[in-house]
Structure formats: C-alpha cells, structure tokens
C-alpha cells in the first residue's frame, strides 16, 4: 500500500515536527515547546515541518490554523516543505485502523468517560469491552495494548519505562468516527518521515501506547525529548491563567530570549534588545540539551 511504501523506507535525514492543534493563539507555553523543538532540530542539521492537527473538528477554531503560522513567521521560525493538516489525511487514519483490526489489535468499546470516570489519554482503562461492548449504541474503537513493557531513552528526561497493562487499551477511532490523537499522530509521524520528536513533558505519558502502535504497524520509531512544562509560579498550568494570551509579537525578541532562559539556556540579558535573527543565531549556536536533564517543570515568575 502506497503509505506503508512511504512510511516504511529507510530515513537517511533527520526530521523534526512542530504540530500545533488549532483550537486556540499559541501562548508562551506554545513557544517554549516550537523554540525547543526548533533549537533542537537545527542544532543536529535536521528539517523542521509545521503540522496542524485539526482532526478533531468540534474544537477546532475558524482562523486559528492562519493565525499560528503567521504567528510563527513573526518569531522567526522558517520551516521546511508544506505544512501538513490532518484533515487532509482521514483515508490514511483509517487504512491503519484496518490494518490493526486485521491483526486482531482492535475492539469495540462501548464505555463514555463517564463510565471510566477518567480521560482516555490518561490511561487507566480496564478492560471492560475486550470481550465486546457491554451495551448497545455508539462505541468507539481501542487498541489492544502488548504485554510487554515499552523502554526508551528520552532527550531530556532519561531512560523511561512503561508498563501498558497500568495504562490500558487506548482509543484510536471516537466514537464520533474520528481518528485519535494517539493513532493519528503515529501515523503522520511516520508519513513525514520524523525522526526526532520533541514536545512538552505533558505528552510523556502518551509515549508508550504511540511506541506499542508503532510497533504493531511495523512503523519506525523516532527519538523522543519531553522538554519541561510551563507552569505558573503558584504551580498551576498556563490554561485559562493571565499568561494564556496569544503571542505578542511587537516583543518577540524579549519572548523568545525569556523563553530561553526557561529552557536553561542562559542566555545574555542584552541579547533581548537584539533583533529576532540574532537571538536565533545566538540560541542555535548555544544550544545546551543537558541542560534540560531531568527537568519536567519550569515556573513562570510571579
């Protein structure tokens, strides 16, 4: 099949992603992980793509894919190839879902979230429906997970084990038809050939089961790096607070040279004053991965 023809041939470069769901304006804790995945892509010579994940249509917001992409030209990000959306890419979502049922990793699953009283992404399913839906009407579609346990060495967090069978079997099609973040998101990995993944520690959990999908697709796995939350001084996350407002960028260099120090990258104070070329120049040739050891949360000041 022309994906797997595609996703399954050698990689010979290194690619980076930065994929931004258009359900609202990038905010600083938006810019802490595009500036880390950016300053980690270029420091290895990689190519860095935009993708927007807009599969989930309820949420998505009218003009906010736009909006971030200009957004991202303001800061001075340059990115490689075409941007790639994930509404353009539901036929793939569902050849994967196929391939899994083939092989048996798949079941109907006719719990709601207020049955598990638990959000699926946050694991702790089960089992409930492995044997079929317990009750008519809508079900969704979960992903057998293996009973092995998932190892990887994370860029920035260290070696990282995962028992599957404590997070339980995932959804990779909604109830309302849609493909899952955790199903999607392996597949347009593999699709655009991504090799380095780095994104917020908030996604460190959803490692495991999107490492278990690749292997039971026969899909590459990439390098993975979880760079530290932003969170407010009090420990809160961003979401909703005062410093959830969109982007400036009238101050992108002050926001770009603070977001680096949140990155423990110490940059000089007067390089805030600089242009938006220079801070970049400065922040690539200075970029400093272990500084970031073991770091899952950076607060803002108060």
């Known amino acids: 099949m022309a994906r797997e023809r595609l996703a399954r041939r050698p990689l010979t470069t290194h690619t980076a992603r930065f994929a931004p769901s258009p359900t609202g304006p990038l905010h600083l804790g938006s810019l802490l992980a595009a500036v880390g995945s950016y300053l980690?892509?270029?420091?290895?010579g990689a190519r860095w793509l935009v993708r927007i994940e807009d599969l989930d249509t309820p949420r998505v917001?009218?003009?906010?894919?736009?909006?971030?992409?200009?957004?991202?030209?303001?800061?001075?990000?340059e990115w490689d190839g075409d941007v790639l959306y994930q509404s353009t890419r539901r036929d793939a979502y569902r050849e994967a879902l196929a391939e899994l049922t083939a092989a048996g990793r798949t079941f109907r699953c006719s719990c709601s979230r207020k049955d598990l009283a638990t959000d699926d992404d946050a694991g702790g399913y089960t089992g409930t429906c492995r044997?079929?839906?317990?009750?008519?009407?809508?079900?969704?579609?979960?992903f057998r997970v293996s009973d092995e346990p998932i190892h990887f060495d994370d860029?920035?967090?260290?070696?990282?084990?995962?028992?599957?069978?404590?997070?339980?079997?995932?959804?990779?099609?909604?109830?309302?038809?849609?493909?899952?973040?955790q199903l999607a998101v392996v597949i347009d990995d593999a699709f655009q050939n991504v090799?380095?993944?780095?994104?917020?520690?908030?996604?460190?959990?959803?490692t495991p089961w999107q490492v278990d999908l690749q292997t039971a697709l026969s899909l590459?796995?990439?390098?993975?790096?979880?760079?530290?939350?932003?969170?407010?001084?009090?420990?809160?996350?961003?979401?909703?607070?005062?410093?959830?407002?969109?982007?400036?960028?009238?101050?992108?260099p002050v926001a770009l040279v603070s977001t680096l120090t949140h990155l423990s990258q110490s940059p000089p104070p007067e390089l805030a004053h600089s242009s938006i070329k220079e801070v970049w120049k400065w922040a690539i040739r200075h970029w400093n991965p272990p500084a970031l050891a073991g770091k899952a949360n950076v607060h803002l000041s108060a």
């Open 40 to 44: 980690d892509a270029r420091a290895v």
């Open 131 to 142: 044997s079929g839906p317990t009750r008519t009407g809508p079900t969704s579609v979960r």
């Open 61 to 77: 917001v009218p003009g906010c894919a736009d909006g971030m992409l200009r957004t991202l030209e303001a800061f001075g990000f």
């Open 195 to 206: 090799t380095r993944v780095v994104r917020g520690a908030d996604l460190l959990s959803s």
């Open 220 to 252: 590459p796995r990439p390098i993975y790096g979880h760079l530290p939350l932003l969170l407010e001084a009090d420990g809160n996350k961003l979401s909703k607070s005062r410093h959830s407002v969109p982007l400036d960028p009238s101050v992108a």
């Open 155 to 181: 860029l920035f967090q260290g070696p990282q084990t995962f028992d599957l069978a404590s997070f339980g079997d995932v959804v990779v099609e909604r109830r309302d038809g849609l493909a899952s973040y």
